[in-house]
């Protein structure tokens, strides 16, 4: 049976991003390995076994193009409403709080956020499913 590991992203600024991650998420940095042409820094919480691999590719100075295919990182807490709070304080810009019920029954709860390269991070309420 597989296991998912890890999801990379390709980041620009290796310091402002693993600052944003920080503060946003708690990761922190868990390996860094450095070659001639590009970092791998892999972070990584107590939460979880799943980590996000931040790929800086070296002398690169023009944003990624995330093209029509790149959706979302997904992460979840216990107390969305305090994490917003806390995510507004930061200073990081959480958009609006949104209570997702299609068919009239509530089925997730949740804020986007979006790091320094554009990639948009969903942060929903622990439970159900989100766990």
Same mark, same amino acid.
């Given at each position: 049976?597989?296991?998912?590991?890890?999801?990379?992203?390709?980041?620009?600024?290796? /310091?402002?991003?693993?600052?944003?991650?920080?503060?946003?998420?708690?990761? &922190?940095?868990? &390996?860094?390995?450095?070659?001639? #042409?590009?970092?791998?820094? *892999?972070?990584?919480?107590?939460?979880?076994?799943?980590?996000? &691999?931040?790929?800086?590719?070296?002398?690169?100075?023009?944003?990624?193009?995330?093209?029509?295919? *790149?959706?979302?990182?997904?992460?979840?807490?216990?107390?969305?409403?305090?994490?917003?709070?806390?995510?507004?304080?930061?200073?990081?810009?959480?958009?609006?709080?949104?209570?997702?019920?299609?068919?009239?029954?509530?089925?997730?709860?949740?804020?986007?956020?979006?790091?320094? #390269?554009? *990639? /948009?991070? &969903?942060?929903?309420?622990?439970?159900?499913? *989100?766990?």
């Amino acid at each position: 049976m597989a296991k998912m590991i890890h999801s990379m992203i390709r980041v620009l600024n290796e /310091q402002r991003s693993v600052a944003f991650y920080r503060k946003a998420f708690g990761f &922190e940095v868990a &390996e860094r390995l450095d070659f001639d #042409d590009f970092t791998l820094i *892999y972070l990584s919480n107590a939460e979880s076994g799943f980590e996000l &691999e931040l790929t800086v590719n070296k002398g690169r100075g023009a944003p990624y193009d995330h093209g029509d295919g *790149y959706g979302h990182l997904a992460v979840s807490v216990d107390d969305l409403d305090a994490e917003h709070a806390r995510f507004e304080a930061q200073g990081l810009a959480p958009r609006k709080l949104v209570e997702f019920a299609p068919g009239g029954e509530v089925i997730a709860r949740f804020f986007f956020v979006t790091d320094p #390269d554009g *990639y /948009q991070i &969903e942060v929903l309420q622990r439970g159900g499913r *989100y766990r």
